[in-house]
């Protein structure tokens, strides 16, 4: 075998991995794009035609947008070993990790109905479930029954609906749409990579996603959006944010919702989400939650310039703000992040296993070679 020439770097900052031509991060200009299309012009598109055309690279056809919708809502009702199943996790259980154990449960269809391949057929199957599994867990959290979608309800009525138990109106439909556009890809982020990573070693489509939602829990990932607005509760009002940023940037202590590794620019996501906020906090709490994060990020800004920085909010920062006023706890934030992102990890998962190599980088070892003379005990 050749002998390759080895490049250090311990977070990969910077460092071309691969190809994909499912979404572009333009980290300069701010600018982010599914298939060459500006998320801009996705935003007020039918969410479930953005999700085939960032799995597919070209929009739905009519019969394909009615086969699409009716296999999603199908999918979507939990079979009754599924409900069995979600019954025994632990009530308390973080809905991260629920969804990270029971991706892998579920019993896979292996048929190809929609006509694009059996591993689309399984990834889609997925992305029905989860939304049902957190409805489902939420449910039962509250000592509540599991609720079935209703055949010919658009994605996200159905969602809020089998979360609280109510229909949702048309404005928060559309909202929770816009905002789950904006969350559904963006390229080779840690949670994607983990699943390509899983993916390389011709794993199937279900340990590659529950990899990518195991990684996208973490606070420097997608778990942000929890701690950014548990952040905010904790500081309680617009005045304590200026103190509360300087103590925690003088203890290191990380703002969530904060910075970007690839954005040198502001966020296009956050810039879409922080008038979505403003146009749905309308009581009191919620207008003070987003008072205090705005009070947040300037003081963020104002710590940063006079050092010479920069800093930006992220796609995390104002969209905590956008599902509290929908009524989603904030532990439930992730996991309705991941019921986006899923999209984007079954496309990575569709570009990639064609051209599947193996993802193996090396280490630097900082022990003793055997040869200095350790010996077995
Ligand atoms: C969906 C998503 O994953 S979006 C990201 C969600 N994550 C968060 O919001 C968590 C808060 N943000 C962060 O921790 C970081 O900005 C990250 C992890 C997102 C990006 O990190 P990196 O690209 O590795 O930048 P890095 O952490 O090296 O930051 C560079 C400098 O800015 C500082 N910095 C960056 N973000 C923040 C922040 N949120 N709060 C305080 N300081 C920050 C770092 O301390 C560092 O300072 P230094 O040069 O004096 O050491
Ligand atoms: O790309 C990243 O590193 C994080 C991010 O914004 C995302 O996954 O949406």
Same mark, same amino acid.
């Given at each position: 075998?050749?002998?390759?020439?080895?490049?250090?770097?311990?977070?990969?900052?910077?460092?071309?991995?691969?190809?994909?031509?499912?979404?572009?991060?333009?980290?300069?200009?701010?600018?982010?794009?599914?298939?060459?299309?500006?998320?801009?012009?996705? #935003?007020?598109?039918?969410?479930?035609?953005v999700? @085939?055309? #960032?799995?597919?690279?070209? @929009?739905? /056809?009519?019969?394909?947008k009615?086969?699409?919708?009716?296999?999603?809502?199908?999918?979507?009702?939990?079979?009754?070993?599924?409900?069995?199943?979600?019954?025994?996790?632990?009530?308390?259980?973080?809905?991260m990790?629920?969804?990270?154990?029971?991706?892998?449960? =579920?019993?896979?269809?292996?048929?190809? /109905?929609?006509?694009?391949?059996?591993?689309?057929?399984?990834?889609?199957?997925?992305?029905?479930?989860?939304?049902?599994?957190?409805?489902?867990?939420?449910?039962?959290?509250?000592?509540?029954s599991?609720?079935?979608? !209703?055949?010919?309800?658009?994605?996200?009525?159905n969602?809020?609906?089998m979360?609280?138990?109510?229909?949702?109106?048309?404005?928060?439909?559309?909202?929770?749409?816009?905002?789950?556009?904006?969350?559904?890809?963006?390229?080779?982020?840690?949670?994607?990579?983990?699943?390509?990573?899983?993916?390389?070693?011709?794993?199937?489509?279900?340990?590659?996603?529950?990899?990518? !939602?195991?990684?996208?829990?973490?606070?420097?990932?997608? &778990?942000?959006?929890?701690?950014?607005?548990?952040?905010?509760?904790?500081?309680?009002?617009?005045?304590?944010?200026?103190?509360?940023?300087?103590?925690?940037?003088?203890n290191?202590?990380?703002?969530?919702?904060?910075?970007?590794?690839?954005?040198?620019?502001?966020?296009?996501?956050?810039?879409?989400?922080?008038?979505?906020?403003?146009?749905?906090?309308?009581?009191?709490?919620?207008?003070?939650?987003?008072?205090?994060?705005?009070?947040?990020?300037?003081?963020?800004? %104002?710590?940063?310039?006079?050092?010479?920085?920069?800093? @930006?909010?992220? #796609?995390?920062?104002y969209?905590?703000? #956008?599902?509290h006023?929908?009524?989603?706890?904030?532990?439930?934030?992730?996991?309705?992040?991941?019921?986006?992102?899923?999209? &984007?990890?079954?496309?990575?998962?569709?570009?990639?296993?064609?051209?599947?190599?193996?993802? %193996?980088?090396?280490? =630097?070892? /900082?022990?003793?070679?055997?040869?200095?003379?350790?010996?077995?005990?």
């Amino acid at each position: 075998m050749p002998e390759t020439q080895s490049v250090y770097s311990s977070d990969l900052a910077g460092v071309v991995v691969g190809e994909t031509a499912i979404s572009d991060v333009q980290g300069e200009a701010g600018v982010l794009s599914y298939r060459d299309i500006d998320i801009n012009d996705l #935003v007020d598109v039918p969410f479930l035609h953005v999700a @085939w055309l #960032v799995l597919f690279g070209e @929009w739905p /056809t009519e019969s394909e947008k009615r086969a699409l919708k009716s296999f999603i809502c199908q999918h979507a009702a939990l079979t009754d070993n599924e409900k069995l199943l979600l019954g025994q996790v632990n009530r308390e259980l973080h809905p991260m990790l629920m969804l990270q154990g029971l991706v892998p449960l =579920l019993e896979m269809p292996t048929e190809d /109905t929609l006509g694009r391949g059996v591993d689309a057929e399984q990834g889609l199957f997925i992305a029905a479930k989860i939304s049902s599994l957190i409805a489902g867990h939420h449910r039962l959290g509250q000592n509540k029954s599991i609720l079935d979608p !209703i055949p010919g309800k658009l994605r996200h009525e159905n969602f809020l609906t089998m979360f609280h138990g109510r229909a949702p109106t048309r404005e928060q439909v559309r909202m929770l749409d816009a905002a789950q556009i904006l969350q559904m890809e963006h390229s080779f982020n840690a949670g994607t990579f983990a699943g390509r990573v899983c993916a390389s070693t011709l794993a199937p489509i279900q340990s590659s996603i529950s990899a990518s !939602i195991g990684t996208l829990f973490g606070k420097l990932h997608g &778990g942000a959006d929890q701690a950014a607005l548990e952040m905010a509760i904790a500081i309680g009002s617009p005045e304590k944010a200026d103190e509360y940023v300087r103590n925690s940037l003088a203890n290191k202590v990380k703002i969530m919702g904060m910075g970007h590794r690839e954005y040198r620019a502001v966020d296009p996501r956050a810039k879409i989400l922080k008038p979505m906020a403003v146009e749905l906090c309308r009581d009191d709490e919620s207008k003070n939650l987003l008072a205090t994060l705005v009070a947040v990020e300037e003081a963020c800004q %104002r710590e940063f310039g006079a050092k010479g920085k920069e800093i @930006w909010a992220n #796609v995390e920062f104002y969209k905590g703000a #956008v599902f509290h006023s929908l009524g989603i706890p904030t532990h439930y934030f992730t996991a309705m992040f991941a019921q986006a992102r899923v999209y &984007g990890y079954i496309a990575h998962f569709l570009e990639f296993r064609p051209q599947n190599k193996l993802i %193996r980088p090396r280490a =630097l070892y /900082t022990g003793t070679p055997p040869e200095a003379g350790k010996t077995a005990a």
